[in-house]
């Protein structure tokens, strides 16, 4: 199960790298500052949320829960809707991915109150 979490998580973080690297090179000149300002904010928050899905990982490593598969979840569905409509917003004039980016904000901040439960709920495996 914590592969799983592992594998979302490196993916995550390679589009994030690839998605810095296009917001620096290939839009800086074509984007307004506050577009690009908004596209950066995207991809840092997918870089965090890519190394906390490692940190699912690791606690699903030790001992699996609800809480922990919960918080992978959620971190997951947050990227896709904070970072991806912060794309979108900056990449085109769809106004209606506006509204997306609290949901997936809000999501990211439900899947590290789960990652907290999990973590108050993890035991040591014996050596």
């Known amino acids: 199960m914590h592969r799983k979490w592992i594998v979302i998580a490196a993916v995550l973080g390679l589009i994030g790298v690839a ?9 800086k000149a074509r984007i307004s500052p506050d577009k690009l300002a908004s596209f950066e904010v995207g991809v840092r928050y997918q870089m965090v949320h890519a190394l906390a899905l490692l940190a ?7 001992q699996p829960s609800r809480a922990a598969a919960a918080a992978g979840v959620c971190m997951t569905v947050g990227v ?9 917003l900056s990449l085109t004039e769809q106004r209606w991915l506006g509204p997306v980016t609290p949901i997936g904000g809000t999501l990211m901040i439900v899947g590290w109150l789960m990652l907290a439960i999990a973590g108050t709920k993890t035991r040591r495996k014996a050596a």
């Open 19 to 27: 998605a810095g690297a296009f917001g620096a090179h290939a839009l």
């Open 56 to 62: 699912v990982a690791w606690v699903m490593s030790i």
């Open 80 to 88: 896709a809707l904070f970072s991806g409509s912060l794309y979108g």
